[in-house]
Each structure stands twice: as structure tokens, then as C-alpha cells.
């Protein structure tokens, strides 16, 4: 019989199949359509022009803003979700409310080369992406107007990505999201119960557990959490509880790169390059370091479409037990 | 500058790029990867075999049970997410919550031809198609383990269907699922604020602007949503106030068959053939019929993939205002 198991964070159910579970190599993908060449690329070095202007760059000394020479370029998204000028201005329009799109919205260039994902970059090189990343908050959090900043990737045409060269993105907000109020005041509502932070117990429990884990460090563990939506989905929570992404420390960010490369190599070689999300879960811009939020990275492998079920309830059906997931993940073998 | 715009029911945010707009030819496509021959499909006449004893079946007199004469017919799924027999059991499991997966899950074969669409059919077919999904309603809320019904429909690999054959499902669910409460909730705030509907206000509101409507007739109203999170979303809505889609009434049937005709027919036609969700939002089946509350269909064409900002923050980035696909469907023409 199917489980129904509860996220304990958001009170979400996933209906998890228990059975057989579904292999990696049962997962029928169609092939990417991304690509593109170099040459057209607009994130290759070369063809700084095709962009923006540069905000941040990591690059050689001597070297000219946008020109070659960098191995990690910051530039505002040419076709921006949200832009950065104006005030906030709120209205109605009949019932309805509608406000200005005021905010930041940035891509993260990761590598000068057109094809190497994060996992096969040199660890040193995966840091220097979380310090850009870092910068960029800190910047844009001296912006009065923003609440919030998400940062996350997209990669994989199916995973919504539209070029191929690896970047992530950042996108602050002038309002803090729903999912995010959701899932702090998910965790506050498990502290104000326990007093006890929920990530930390989820930490403690995995660790003691073993059956989720695919990697650990000395700052970080990376686990399928127990109510996984997806297939292969996997969280790396930092050991030392900290609500903010920006104020990770200098030792972290070796470890992070270091678990980050090992969980996304896993999941590159175990399911072939899958499209995946992944995203930086953290506080909001204005909150103090709070007791009962924990920051955290969520990645998500996409091989399954989410349907009408999902859509009409909020829970999903997972085909692949974390439990499995995580042992194909430390195996490293597809079937 | 993008539009910020906020759904009257549950407060959610959509982006709504407002400039040019994404137009129907500009949505690239992966091909269709269903199909499959009528020869093994499950649903076709003569297979009858290859599914679990049906459930219902609309048919000619004299027809034996599994066997073809039928017009629609409703089997329980063959991988269902939840299953009907046993009782239901809450443990925990470490600090996590789990129960068995209890429920139904049946499939409604809406036709006995293998590629007929719902937006082809003969209006008295449609009209078949709901008094089926009410029939078996009416039949699984007398198990008073059941606590919500789902009906949806998966058209297309990338909207969820595996298979080709014209199908809704029907998933009943011991508890009700969160994003039913999120949107009772809604209903419900809204309603103690201003001791009126939101859906009869967003009714009114639509018929007089007229903007976003995209069909109308005695008993319902199509239009695209004002905060609509994807491209050419369609609502449509019922002119009575009811909480309960199995309340409907027998002259509001052959007007809601007529209108999903029409509706369906304009996305099937103007986006030539997307994949698409529709969910039947409904109130849950203990509830009495709540003031607040307001039964509905929603469509939602799958043109754009959810990436890693709508995961991340809940909230909708639509290329296409809700204005401007009106124009489309209404016009019958892709650009």
C-alpha cells in the first residue's frame, strides 16, 4: 500500500509509493534541446557585449570590464522578471490589486566554459560561486525596498532554463513570497511547540538514521528528506544553525562547494545529466538571526511532470522512496 | 515594467509581463510523445480486459459488463496513488508522521474512441462525461473515510497523461489537501470582510469589464483570470452560487458541457493542441453549502515550464497577460 508521509517543516503530504519504487533508468526523459554554440553564446567570453553591463566579475588582474578574462560574471537578466528602477507603487484595478514589478533580477555566470556543470568545476572554483552569490546579496540588501532574495538554477531546457551555459539566478523581491512566509511560519509554529529549531532535529535525525544520507562533511549533511516530493530530491542542511544564507562563513563555504559538487556529481552520473533545480532557502532580508530558521539548499531532479493531481491538492506522488533514491545516489550506479 | 498582481482568493502574486506579451506561435513545443495504437490501448474497445473490472459504464441495452457497447466508462486506476481497501493508520516514524495511503483512484474513460478530444465531442457526450464524475462522487461520499474528491484531467505527456486515450481521473482522499484549505481559507477571509462571494464578485467583475471573457452563456462564464499564473489559464465559473460541484443541476449540465466545448475548443484550436490540466474545484464533502465558497473549473494550458523562481517563491511568472490571450481564444486565431 502507498504512504502518505508529512513534511514536517510545511505540513505537506507526499504520497510516496512504497513498492518497487521506480529505478533510475525507468525514468524516460526526452532528449534536452538546449545547446547552442560558443559562438552565439551571450555568456561566453568574447561576447561580453551580448549582455548588460557586468556588476561583478571575478577576473584576472588588468583585465577590462566586459572583456575576457573572468571566470565568474555577474549581469543583470536581459529580460528581466522584475526591474530595479522605480518606486513601489500599489493600486486597484476594479477589485483587484496590482503593484509595480519592482526588483533585481541577475544571472550568475558560473565558468568561461560553455559546457562544465557546477559538478565537474574544481572545488575552489564552486566557492567562488557562493561568494558571488554572497556579494550580491549583501549589495542588494542596502536596497531599502527589498524583502527578500532567492537565488537558485535552473538547468536543463525542462527545468526551464533557456541557454545552456551554466548560471544560476538571483531575483530580489520588494515583498517577502508566499512559499517563504509558509515555511517560516511552518517552522515556527514546530519551535514555539518544541523550542527546538525543526532543521536541527531533522539534522540530529538523519545523522543518527544513515538510511537518507548521501553525503556528509564537517559542515553540511546532503539527505532525501523523509517526505520527498521528487524522485532523487535532495537538501543539504549546514550543521550550524544560521538563518541567513549571507552569513555563512569563510570555512562553510570550502565544505559547501566540497558537498555541493559530491550530491549534484551523484545525481549527474546516477540519473545522466537530468534537468534539476536548485535552490537557496533562506530568511527573509529584514529578519534578525532567528531561532527557528535554518538556511538550506533544495535540490530538485526533474523527471516527473507535476499533473492535475498536484495542481488540484498540494501533495505529490513520488515514485522513487528517499530511502532507494539515497541508495542508488551513494552507489552511484543507475540500475 | 512587469505587473504585479495579486489572486482576490488566495493572495498569491503573479508577474504578468505586460510589454509585448508572449503570443501563441512564440511557445515552442517539444513534440507529443503519446500515442500508442488502439490495438494495446487499455481504453480502447475490446480491451476491456486489460483494465480492473469497471466500476460504471454509460452504455447501449444488453450490453454485458467489460465488454464494448459502452460510451464512457469508469475503471479504478491500474498504479493507483491511493488505495481503497483497509483502514486508516497514523503512526510516526522517528520524529516524522506517517499514514496509509488510503483512498480511491479511478480513471473515466470519456470516450470509446482512442483520439477524440473533449472539445470534439457531441455536447450530450460531454454532459455524459460530468454525470459520470458526479455519479461516482455521489457514490464514494457515502464512505465517510473520504474527506475530498478530485476531478482532473491530464491532456498531453508534458501535462502528466501516459497515456492517449481521451481520460479524466477522480482521486478521493482521506483528508482534505492543503491546497483545498489554502483556497477555503481564502474564500472564507474574503467573505468575512465583505459578507459577500469572491467568486460572485469576481463574476460581476468579469462580465462587466468584459476585458478577460472569453465565453458566456445561461448558466457560466469562461474568462482568464486577472492574476492567471499561466499563459491563456481559463476559469470557468458558474452563475449559481454552490460549494458543491455535485449539486450541480440537470439544465446547468448542458450548459457547462457546451461552454468546456467551447472553451477547450478555443485553446485546442488557437494553440493547436497544448498539453492542459483542468481541475474541478470543489468544496470538501462534509462541508454544507458555504456561503463562501463557490465551485469552479480551472484550465491551465502547459506552455512554460515551473522552474526554479516558482519553486521558490510561489509565486507566477505569465509572458502573456490575461488580456491579451483573451483577444486570441476569442479571435480563434494563433497570431
Sequence with gaps: ????????????????????????????????????????????????????????????????KDQPGWWIRVVPNKYPALQVEGAIHREGEGMYDKMSGLGAHEVIIETSSHTEFIAQMKPSRIEDVFWACRDRMIDLKKDPRMQYILIFKNHGAAAGASLAHPHSQLIATPMVPIRVKQEMAGAKAYYDYKERCVFCDILREESEDRRRVVAENEGFVAFEPYASRFPFETWIIPKIHSAHFEDVQK?????????????????????????LNYIVHTAPLKEMDLPHYHWHIEIMPKLTHVAGFEWGTGFYINPTPPELAAQFLTD????
Design 1 to 64: 500500500m502507498p504512504e502518505l508521509r508529512k513534511d514536517p517543516i510545511i505540513g505537506r503530504w507526499v504520497i510516496i509509493a512504497t513498492e518497487r519504487g521506480t529505478r533510475p533508468h525507468d525514468f524516460k526523459r526526452s532528449p534536452e534541446s538546449l545547446g547552442g554554440d560558443p559562438q552565439n553564446c551571450p555568456f561566453c567570453p568574447g561576447n561580453e557585449s551580448k549582455t548588460p553591463p557586468e556588476i561583478l566579475a571575478y577576473h584576472e588582474p588588468g583585465r577590462l
Design 251 to 275: 570555512h562553510q563555504v570550502v565544505d559547501l562547494a566540497q558537498i555541493m559538487k559530491k550530491s549534484l556529481g551523484q545525481i549527474h552520473q546516477v540519473l545522466q545529466n537530468p534537468p
Design 332 to 335: 552511484m550506479k543507475g540500475d
